[in-house]
Structure formats: structure tokens, C-alpha cells
């Protein structure tokens, strides 16, 4: 079992920053894929970053490319999504998860932890 507890969302003005950890307990991360959902008003959950066990391979949704940044720190076993240049559209619940690779399966899901961006 893997137990994932995000943190770091909030309340923030477009144009903002903002970085949500991900830390993990039970079994180790670096056996997993890991990855950001996020379930905005009214829409359905979409990917928006996961990156390899290693951390040496990242996939971006088009629609945070170029402002979202995912890693990862195995030894510490936590993921990161590092969240630049905030539009009102990415206001949403952001989930981390762990799974297969390309996280074509998720096999584990936070809580969430929500993100609104104000305009």
C-alpha cells in the first residue's frame, strides 16, 4: 500500500506561483510512475504531469506546458509540481497519484489538494 498526501494548494492571483509536494509512506516511490491529476468546476479529471521512476522522463497536458514543471526526489519520497504564470483555468483539485508506467494505470490516489487562481 502507498499512502500519498499533498500539500500547498491555495488561494492565488493569475500570474502567481505556487508548488504542490506530493509525500508518500508505505511502499517506496521510485517503484512507481508518478503523476499530477486536476478535477476543475464542472470537468472531468485530466492529467497534467507525470514523470518516471526515474525522474528522467516528464509528460506535460498542452494545456500547462511551458508553466508547469513536475520532479521528484526518491530519497525523500515526495513529487513535486512547481506551478508558474497561474491562469484562472487552472483553478481545480489537484490529485497526485502512483501507478504504472505513463501512469496508463493509477494504483494509488490522494486526497487532493485544491488550487484557485484568481483573476
Known amino acids: 500500500q502507498v499512502q500519498l498526501v499533498e500539500s500547498g494548494g491555495g488561494l492565488i492571483q493569475a500570474g502567481g506561483s505556487l508548488r504542490l509536494s506530493c509525500a508518500a509512506s508505505g511502499r517506496t516511490v521510485s517503484n512507481f510512475a508518478m503523476g499530477w491529476f486536476r478535477q476543475g468546476p464542472g470537468k472531468e479529471r485530466e492529467r497534467v504531469a507525470v514523470?518516471?521512476?526515474?525522474?528522467?522522463?516528464?509528460v506535460y497536458a498542452d494545456s500547462v506546458k511551458g508553466r508547469f514543471t513536475i520532479s521528484r526526489d526518491n530519497a525523500k519520497n515526495t513529487v513535486y509540481l512547481q506551478m508558474n504564470s497561474l491562469k484562472p483555468e487552472d483553478t481545480a483539485v489537484y490529485y497526485c497519484?502512483?501507478?504504472?508506467?505513463?501512469?496508463?494505470?493509477?494504483?494509488?490516489w490522494g486526497q487532493g489538494t485544491q488550487v484557485t487562481v484568481s483573476s
Open positions: 497519484a502512483a501507478g504504472t508506467t505513463g501512469l496508463t494505470t493509477v494504483d494509488y
Open positions: 514523470i518516471s521512476r526515474s525522474g528522467k522522463s516528464t
